[in-house]
């Protein structure tokens, strides 16, 4: 039997689950947990690049918390945890900083675009947030990480940085992980608002979140961009047509979708029908995860439960690898 893949991957808590998350990330992390050895921790660590208030922070990793477990991550199969429960990793992270030069951190997209987006805050965990990134990844000596786009110039950091602890040590001891997608297999779920994807930094209407109420969704649907209507038999859709029915192939009966699909195809399609249709769709589709968000978040006992379950299990592999580390380094034993 080919031994599991150890996976890791990093969920940075801002922001709400919406349909795009869970159809993109979320829908790889499920499947990945039946079949990897998968870390998934919530990335508090980072987020302390931006200052965060004391509360605003638990109540974000709650929030995520919740989330994840209410839209199926299981901490039976896989480890879940927050990243500041490891603090091996920040030991790890010194040491991989000590190899990382300012030149080429300096050079990351993300850091020239934070720089520029808050000038006033350019803090040296902004700097080195790829060398962060890179102990959370080689802590558990991960092969694979399920990564979006804008986070392959980290990960592709991470192989540096991984290779050049192997190189001056002359050890073989991390792994160089490799991007870990099942990006074609899934569906790219639009957004409301016309063009392009879900996603929440398009403005709050465009997205639907999985928390979002019944009326919530039924006003952001009835607000989608759409246009007048086809004006000959079987037209090509335009984008902001094509998205409304792609999100109706996604949450609606087949029938339902052929049913509207012919009545585009017969220029008698009325998009109020088809939005009032769609939103049902959408509320009937997320309501088991409101429910399950509601019972989740007033479970403080399971919470504490799930974290401190994760939390041992990640912490005893993170310390074999920093007791590794360390007698490599040629540091005392110390754990
Ligand atoms: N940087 C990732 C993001 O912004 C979050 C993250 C932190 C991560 N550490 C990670 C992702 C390790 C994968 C592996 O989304």
Do not use: D, F, P, S
């Given at each position: 039997m080919k031994h599991k893949d150890i996976v890791v991957s990093g969920i940075r808590p801002t922001g709400n689950l919406h349909l795009g998350n869970y159809f993109?990330?979320?829908?790889?992390f499920l499947k990945m947990?039946?079949?990897?050895e998968c870390n998934f921790f919530i990335a508090d660590y980072h987020s302390l690049t931006t200052h965060p208030k004391p509360g605003d922070l638990q109540g974000n990793v709650k929030q995520v918390?919740?989330?994840?477990?209410?839209a199926g991550l299981d901490p039976e199969k896989a480890t879940l945890y927050l990243q500041s429960d490891i603090p091996e990793t920040a030991e790890l992270y010194l040491f991989?900083?000590?190899n990382a030069y300012l030149g080429e951190l300096q050079k990351v997209t993300t850091f020239k675009e934070k720089a520029r987006k808050q000038p006033e805050n350019v803090n040296a965990g902004l700097l080195t947030y790829p060398t962060l990134m890179a102990a959370d990844i080689i802590i558990h000596r991960a092969t694979k990480v399920p990564v979006g786009k804008d986070q392959e110039q980290h990960l592709e950091m991470t192989r540096t940085f991984a290779r050049r602890f192997n190189r001056m040590y002359k050890v073989d001891y991390f792994p160089i992980p490799t991007a870990y997608n099942f990006g074609e297999q899934l569906v790219k779920i639009p957004g409301l608002d016309g063009s392009g994807k879900m996603g929440k930094s398009e403005g709050e209407g465009n997205a639907v979140f999985l928390v979002d109420d019944p009326k919530v969704i039924r006003k952001k649907v009835m607000r989608a961009v759409s246009d007048a209507g086809p004006t000959e038999m079987n037209q090509k859709k335009p984008?902001?047509?094509q998205n409304l029915f792609t999100l109706l192939e996604v949450v609606s009966k087949p029938d339902v979708v052929s049913y509207f699909d012919d009545q585009y195809n017969n220029c008698n399609i009325r998009y109020g029908d088809l939005k009032k249709q769609l939103a049902e769709d959408m509320i009937a589709y997320t309501e088991p995860f409101r429910e399950r968000i509601k019972e989740l978040d007033s479970n403080e006992e399971y919470l504490k439960k799930v974290m401190d379950m994760g939390a041992e299990k990640a912490r005893a592999s993170a310390q074999q690898t920093l007791r590794d580390c360390r007698e490599i380094i040629g540091f005392r034993k110390i754990y």
């Open positions: 993109g990330a979320m829908k790889n947990q039946e079949t990897n918390l919740v989330e994840y477990l209410a991989l900083n000590m984008e902001a047509i």
